[in-house]
């Protein structure tokens, strides 16, 4: 019955979260709604690779400090990928108890992007 979930991640300021998101992660924006006079406050939609992320600087539109979770089909491959873009890494590839493998990346104003794969996928296509 359910069909899809976009977390809405809140911002502080849409232009360096569009930059960080689109430059630093590979995200491509898909709207951006803000007074043609100002940056914010600002609703956005990002996506890669058909996963959507929603990005507020109304105030209201989520908290600080958000998670999202995010499947991919190779963590190890994601990080050399982000390494070499400089995006800071919160916590490296790890292998979970729960079976797992994960990276963390935090946005700048905190909100945690948590990429996650199974672990058997992650070595059998690194």
Request: charged share 25%; hydrophobic share 35%; net charge negative.
């Amino acid at each position: 019955m359910f069909l899809l979930s976009i977390p809405v991640l809140h911002v502080s300021d849409s232009v360096a979260a569009e930059a960080f998101y689109c430059r630093m992660l590979g995200f491509q924006t898909e709207f951006a709604m803000r007074d043609p006079t100002r940056s914010d406050p600002c609703y956005m939609g990002v996506q890669r690779d058909g996963v959507r992320l929603h990005l507020s600087s109304f105030s209201g539109d989520g908290v600080y400090g958000s998670v999202a979770f995010i499947a991919v089909d190779n963590v190890d491959k994601l990080y050399r990928e982000y390494t070499e873009r400089a995006v800071p890494i919160a916590m490296t590839p790890t292998d979970q108890s729960w079976g797992n493998r994960e990276m963390y990346v935090k946005d700048p104003d905190g909100n945690s992007l948590r990429f996650i794969c199974d672990l058997k996928t992650s070595y059998d296509s690194k």
